[in-house]
């Protein structure tokens, strides 16, 4: 209910530049087309699960702290034609942080998964309405970096680290909302599609999941 009341929210906020935008259809210059373009995106997931949990057992007291998901992360794209882009993208899908004190010592345990991503967008200028809503499609594919570490103190201190690379890909459809020539705002939903790690990072092997996030973008050049 809350990321459904959120997507709401941010959709009304966007109808007063998108009546703006619209009045910018006269311009030579006008936003219907990206060709030769920058684009820069921060993105923010909306399929997050945040969760911090405390246990105190006989043994001890364990602390956790995650994120799953795709939590969020950065992009670029250049704008090669006037409607295809090429981009690349990193962000983080799952953090985890724990700590475990019992009688023999403190163990903390760090994970977390990075895609690093290169793809193409489509984003056909035919089908913009009012110069405003703008949607689009992309694939991206590459590695997706695992990484895990251990400490554990007590009467000695041991250190075990663990790296590992997943190949995955990412299937997406959205609709930006063109607010003037130079901002955008993005709403859109996807799927990562990932191999198996061979040990476990974090609490899982695999990590596809689908994806629905927000995005700002910076258009420039051209």
């Given at each position: 209910m809350n990321t459904t009341r959120m997507v709401l929210a941010c959709l009304m906020l966007t109808i007063p530049f998108a009546g703006s935008a619209r009045g910018e259809d006269a311009s030579p210059k006008s936003t219907r087309t990206f060709l030769n373009k920058h684009r820069i995106d921060l993105n923010v997931s909306l399929l997050s699960?945040?969760?911090?949990?405390?246990?105190?057992?006989?043994?001890?007291?364990?602390?956790?702290?995650?994120?799953?998901?795709?939590?969020?992360?950065?992009?670029?794209?250049y704008y090669a034609s006037r409607d295809f882009g090429l981009g690349v993208?990193?962000?983080?899908?799952?953090?985890?942080?724990?700590?475990?004190?019992?009688?023999?010592?403190?163990s903390v345990e760090a994970a977390s998964v990075v895609p690093l991503l290169f793809g193409v967008k489509y984003q056909p200028a035919l089908f913009t309405v009012g110069e405003a809503?703008?949607?689009?499609?992309?694939i991206s594919a590459g590695p997706y970096f695992g990484t895990a570490s251990n400490v554990r103190s007590g009467l000695t201190t041991s250190t075990e680290s663990l790296t590992e690379t997943a190949i995955g890909a990412r299937f997406a459809i959205g609709v930006d909302f063109l607010l003037g020539r130079f901002v955008a705002l993005g709403v859109g939903g996807g799927y990562h599609l990932v191999s198996d790690f061979d040990n476990r990072i974090g609490s899982?092997?695999?990590?596809?999941?689908?994806?629905?996030?927000?995005?700002l973008g910076f258009i420039f050049g051209g």
């Open positions: 699960e945040i969760n911090a949990t405390s246990e105190v057992t006989f043994a001890g007291t364990t602390t956790r702290g995650d994120a799953n998901g795709v939590v969020g992360g950065v992009a670029y794209t993208s990193v962000g983080v899908m799952d953090a985890d942080a724990t700590t475990s004190v019992t009688g023999t010592g403190t809503l703008r949607p689009y499609a992309s899982e092997k695999n990590y596809s999941s689908p994806e629905f996030a927000l995005s």
